[in-house]
């Protein structure tokens, strides 16, 4: 059944409730009277130096060419690179990387070199100590290191068949 349009209807209600509404606005709250927050708001980092360099990369496919990082937490401007494997490691292939900030970077998407790439892919994360915003590695853009680990993570991809590695 086709639904009716009653415009004055709809006029007539907004009115009536609009005569209804006679109580004082609420003023809006001012600094003195808001409360004291005692925690930092999610996401905010409190600082720099407090966070720890991390990665968060899921499983993915890599059909238009590239792949997609979760999130990456970084103390210091750095980038992304992403290797091929070689025997469960990552090897010194770099295929791709792109650009972070410091602090928390999610959804950083990553141009890939298909013709390279492994089903299995490495991000490792490194510093920008060179000429700030240009990739340099081998060179002064080293991996970023903590108590002697890099930060690093593995993930698997899918391929498109013409470039899928043979099984």
Known sequence: MPRKNYPYLATAVLISWLGSCSTPATPLPTQETLPTQ???PTGTPVS??????????????????????ASAVAIE????????DKDGSPSDIVIGYSPVKPGVNTNVVVIIDLMHATSRLWVVLHVDEGQ???????GPDVPVQVGGKTIMSSFNVTLPAAVAPAA
């Open 38 to 40: 005692t925690a930092q």
């Open 48 to 69: 720099l130096k407090s966070l720890i360099p991390q990665i968060v990369v899921n499983d993915q496919s890599a059909m238009d060419g590239t792949v997609t990082v």
């Open 77 to 84: 401007q750095g980038w992304l690179a992403i290797n091929t």
């Open 132 to 138: 700030v915003g240009t990739w340099e590695f081998p």
